[in-house]
């Protein structure tokens, strides 16, 4: 089963926001996923960044199990700096310390 990791378009009309998923690379774009790893909002203040969280630990799994990413998916996996991880990673470098600073704070350590 060739796996994808992209993007599932949700919002309202005119005001997008994206999942970003893990799924059959045959499922249709707002089809069937296997799992969401993160969220996109490009609309998520006026004139302000833009809203990316993706989890890094299951981002990492699932590129170090072979999915693919879309040419989207893959700009904002470098964006969130998981693409520079991944490599250090396959190469043998530590790389916990960098996840950790990337991992939301759950509601225990706020």
């Known amino acids: 089963m060739p796996v994808k990791i ?6 309202a009309k005119h005001q997008p926001s994206y999942r970003i998923v893990v799924a059959d690379s045959r499922s249709p774009r707002d089809g069937r996923f296997i799992e969401i790893i993160g969220h996109y909002n490009p609309r998520h203040a006026e004139g302000g960044e833009a809203e990316l969280y993706i989890n890094p630990d299951r981002a990492l799994h699932w590129l170090s199990s072979g999915a693919q990413p879309s040419e989207t998916a893959r700009s904002l996996l ?11 990673q396959q190469h043998g470098i530590d790389v916990e310390e960098r996840v950790a600073q990337l991992r939301r704070p ?3 350590e706020v």
């Open 106 to 108: 759950s509601a225990d």
């Open 78 to 88: 470098r964006r969130a700096k998981l693409l520079h991880i991944y490599h250090d």
């Open 6 to 11: 992209r993007l599932r378009r949700t919002g």
